[in-house]
């Protein structure tokens, strides 16, 4: 079974700390500190064999970080739930389901908000058709279909918006761009970021005691930028995290 090295502490890792960590670990470049410095927070790798991660975990101890190395199953979520349309009622979240069944969601049991403009690349492929002239034998020179087929690639960022229940044990997701926004509010802003701003912060105050991600938290502090995450797996990490946390007994 592969291990995970995760962080202890709640304060982002510096892209000094990650450099100087990683040079006392075979295998890794600067290139690496820079890139996972940009990415990596909460989860800081995944993977890892028994000994790399004990190495990583006392190299990051040297540069004042700590960390701990947890079974890969510990941080596993459960898979998410599409979703387009989210009702906010005084005692219930109402969310429903791909099959428009609604699931009520009593309040106390939302465990974790979160949000975040995702990062992903996605694949097209354009398909055209022409003709050009050809010999063989049997036909003679003719004129024959050639078929085109050209891949492109495109970035795209949507944010997604997650709500997990009590324990994990469900994982509602959205888009914001495909949310039905006209069921959270009357008059909804024309722009999807005041729109996000305004949902986190009803989510918040409904239920005070789920936790947030740092793009839930930047929205619902007024940020006007949110948190931007390098991919879905990022994004999913760190909310991995957060539920991994709440579930150790507190401190004596």
């Known amino acids: 079974m592969s291990d995970t ?17 990683l040079h006392l670990v075979p295998g890794y470049t600067d290139a690496d500190a820079v890139r996972l410095a940009g990415t990596a927070y909460g989860v800081l790798f995944r993977n890892l064999a028994a000994p790399k991660a ?7 101890r040297s540069q004042g970080v700590e960390t701990a190395v947890v079974p890969a199953d510990q941080l596993r979520l459960v898979d998410a739930k599409f979703t387009r349309r989210i009702e906010i009622a005084d005692d219930v979240l109402r969310i429903s389901d791909p099959l428009g069944r609604q ?12 949000v975040g403009a995702v990062r992903q690349f996605d694949i097209a492929q354009t398909v055209t058709y022409g003709t050009e002239r050809a010999y063989n034998p049997v036909q003679g020179v003719h004129q024959q279909v ?3 087929v050209r891949t492109s690639l495109h970035e795209n960022v949507p944010w997604l918006i997650e709500i997990i229940l009590t324990g994990g044990a469900m994982r509602f997701q959205a888009e914001g761009a495909q949310l ?5 509010f009357q008059h ?3 722009e999807l970021l005041p729109r996000l701003v305004g949902l986190v912060q009803l989510l918040a105050r409904r239920a005070p005691r789920a936790m947030l991600n740092r793009g ?3 929205l619902c502090d007024g940020g006007d930028g949110g948190i931007a995450y390098a991919s879905r797996p990022a994004f999913a990490d760190e909310s991995a995290w957060l539920l991994w946390r709440a579930r150790q007994p507190a401190k004596a």
């Open 5 to 21: 090295l995760i962080q202890l502490d709640p304060a982002s890792v510096t892209e000094e700390q990650w450099r100087r960590a």
């Open 54 to 60: 004990i190495a990583l975990h006392l190299a990051f």
């Open 103 to 114: 699931v009520p969601v009593p309040w106390a049991h939302v465990a974790l908000i979160a």
């Open 146 to 148: 050639v078929r085109d």
């Open 180 to 184: 039905a926004w006209g069921y959270l």
């Open 188 to 190: 909804a802003p024309p």
């Open 216 to 218: 839930a938290r930047a």
